[in-house]
C-alpha cells in the first residue's frame, strides 16, 4: 500500500512540478489491443514535449524477469507491484540515481499513464500518457 501512495505522490508531482494537464480522452482508441507478454508503448503526450513520440517495450510482464527498454537502448528491471483484471503496475527504482518510474496500464484498451521522477544529471519530473501495442 505504501507503493501506492509513493506513485500518487509522484504523479501529482510530477503534473504540478511541469504545470501540463494531461488528458487521457485525447488518445486514440484501441480496439484491437491485446494484454500481452510484450508490449510497444507509445508517449502520446507528457508534460516533458521531448518525450512525445519516444517508444518503451515492456517484456516478459508475465514473468517475474520483466523489464523495460528505451529507445536509447538502456534496459532496466521492472518490479510489479500492483495487477487486477483491468490494470497493471510496474516501476523501474534505479537506487544508484534515485530514479523512478512508474508505468500504469489498462489492460483493456492499452493506454497507460506514465510518472518519472529523480536525480539523473539534475533534478527532474515528468507525466506522460499513451498507448501500448
Do not use: W
Given at each position: 500500500?505504501?507503493?501506492?501512495?509513493?506513485?500518487?505522490?509522484?504523479?501529482?508531482?510530477?503534473?504540478?512540478?511541469?504545470?501540463?494537464?494531461?488528458?487521457?480522452?485525447?488518445?486514440?482508441?484501441n480496439p484491437q489491443f491485446m494484454m500481452v507478454d510484450n508490449l510497444m508503448c507509445t508517449i502520446k503526450d507528457s508534460s516533458d514535449k521531448k518525450e512525445i513520440g519516444e517508444k518503451i517495450?515492456?517484456?516478459?510482464?508475465?514473468?517475474?524477469?520483466?523489464?523495460?527498454?528505451?529507445?536509447?537502448?538502456?534496459?532496466?528491471?521492472?518490479?510489479?507491484?500492483?495487477?487486477?483484471?483491468?490494470?497493471?503496475?510496474?516501476?523501474?527504482?534505479?537506487?544508484?540515481?534515485?530514479?523512478?518510474?512508474?508505468?500504469?496500464?489498462?489492460?483493456?484498451?492499452?493506454?497507460?499513464?506514465?510518472?518519472?521522477?529523480?536525480?539523473?544529471?539534475?533534478?527532474?519530473?515528468?507525466?506522460?500518457?499513451?498507448?501500448?501495442?
Amino acid at each position: 500500500m505504501n507503493i501506492i501512495r509513493v506513485l500518487m505522490v509522484l504523479s501529482f508531482g510530477a503534473l504540478f512540478a511541469c504545470g501540463s494537464k494531461l488528458d487521457s480522452s485525447s488518445l486514440p482508441q484501441n480496439p484491437q489491443f491485446m494484454m500481452v507478454d510484450n508490449l510497444m508503448c507509445t508517449i502520446k503526450d507528457s508534460s516533458d514535449k521531448k518525450e512525445i513520440g519516444e517508444k518503451i517495450t515492456l517484456m516478459g510482464l508475465s514473468t517475474t524477469q520483466s523489464k523495460a527498454k528505451y529507445e536509447s537502448g538502456v534496459t532496466s528491471p521492472l518490479q510489479k507491484v500492483f495487477e487486477s483484471a483491468s490494470t497493471l503496475t510496474v516501476l523501474i527504482i534505479a537506487s544508484g540515481s534515485g530514479s523512478v518510474d512508474a508505468f500504469v496500464i489498462d489492460k483493456k484498451n492499452g493506454h497507460f499513464s506514465r510518472a518519472a521522477a529523480g536525480s539523473l544529471a539534475g533534478v527532474y519530473s515528468s507525466a506522460s500518457i499513451g498507448t501500448c501495442q
